[in-house]
């Protein structure tokens, strides 16, 4: 850590302190995780899941960059020297008064569903998708803290208790740990409402609380999903009846689009629950993705305007693809 000066704490947790610090070479400001857990050796350090799921998620445009991991052998101490970031999701959106206008919404909503989406295809999931998770540097949003996150690939039972209760699946309530990377898609569903209305979705007081707030909203369902989970040990799952009050009435501003994508992100089966490929692929943003679409023809026309070799090698691929269209209609005339 002697290449780094110690600015201040920005947050503490169970595991974990995080400080800015100035790195005094470049002057350049970094967020670093000190890890309160004592290393034995670099092996010790190499196989925390944390790391591994940084190493192989890095890089990606929202998922937190780890620029370098340290390790005192000597006092057994490990820090993470990650991007500095302006703000959790939390904090943007706590005493807020306003609402955040639907098009900032939109575009949270598209890269946390992209750094899932990146993450998924990586065989991890989260576990643990909270706005405190969620960090954001003016319009760029990156998804952190991967402490808690597992292989996809992994056997099951998982831990019971792990994701933050409010932003628990039900199957994650419901089961002895027998749930998937379906999860993180419940928990982006909540923090999809927190972010429109600056409340959290289904703030339990305990696990039976928890259950009951869920279905106060999306209503209990049949027995044939119940029968889907493996019976909780701790759980009765004879639940009372109820239909349940949905999210419109209590966001009545919310345009059809962003509803049904938030219905399809909390569906209380597992199965049913739209994953974050076709969640990016959503009616919700097609604004956002013609929009990328039309940013990457512009920079591939840049791109070629600066590079005649290149623009030169596509016409002669595209005049070869036309020789052999020609060919192929030739042929098919002969038969």
Not at 62 to 86: Q, S
Not at 118 to 133: A, S
Not at 216 to 233: A, M, Y
Not at 296 to 319: F, G, H, K, Q, V
Request: hydrophobic share 35%; proline share 5%.
């Amino acid at each position: 850590m002697n290449k780094y000066k110690t600015i201040g704490k920005i947050g503490e947790g169970t595991f974990s302190d995080v400080l800015k610090v100035q790195n005094f070479k470049d002057g350049q400001y970094y967020a670093c995780k000190q890890m309160k857990q004592h290393f034995e050796s670099i092996d010790h350090v190499n196989s925390m899941r944390e790391i591994q799921a940084l190493r192989r998620l890095n890089p990606h445009p929202n998922i937190l960059t780890l620029h370098e991991v340290i390790f005192d052998k000597k006092a057994g101490a490990v820090a993470l020297i990650c991007e500095l970031m302006d703000m959790n999701i939390y904090e943007l959106i706590k005493g807020r008064k306003k609402p955040l206008p639907e098009g900032k919404i939109m575009n949270y909503m598209y890269q946390l569903c992209k750094s899932l989406d990146h993450m998924h295809r990586n065989g991890l999931f989260h576990r643990d998708v909270k706005p405190e998770n969620i960090l954001i540097k003016q319009d760029l949003l990156k998804l952190g803290d991967f402490g808690s996150c597992r292989s996809i690939h992994s056997k099951q039972p998982y831990t019971e208790y792990i994701s933050t209760r409010w932003y628990r699946a039900p199957e994650c309530l419901l089961t002895d740990g027998y749930y998937s990377y379906k999860m993180d898609m419940w928990s982006a569903g909540c923090v999809f409402y927190e972010i429109a209305s600056f409340h959290p979705l289904f703030p339990g007081s305990n696990e039976l609380d928890q259950i009951s707030k869920i279905h106060d909203i999306v209503g209990t369902p049949p027995k044939k999903i119940l029968n889907k989970f493996k019976q909780s040990r701790v759980m009765s799952f004879d639940f009372p009846i109820r239909k349940g009050k949905g999210i419109s009435p209590f966001m009545p501003s919310l345009s059809n689009k962003s509803l049904t994508l938030m219905y399809a992100m909390i569906q209380y089966d597992p199965d049913e629950r739209i994953c974050a490929h076709e969640a990016l692929q959503h009616p919700y943003f097609r604004e956002l993705r013609l929009a990328e679409k039309q940013a990457l023809t512009i920079r591939r026309r840049m791109r070629l305007a600066e590079n005649p070799l290149e623009r030169e090698t596509l016409s002669l691929r595209r005049i070869s693809k036309e020789d052999q269209s020609l060919k192929d209609r030739r042929n098919l005339n002969r038969l």
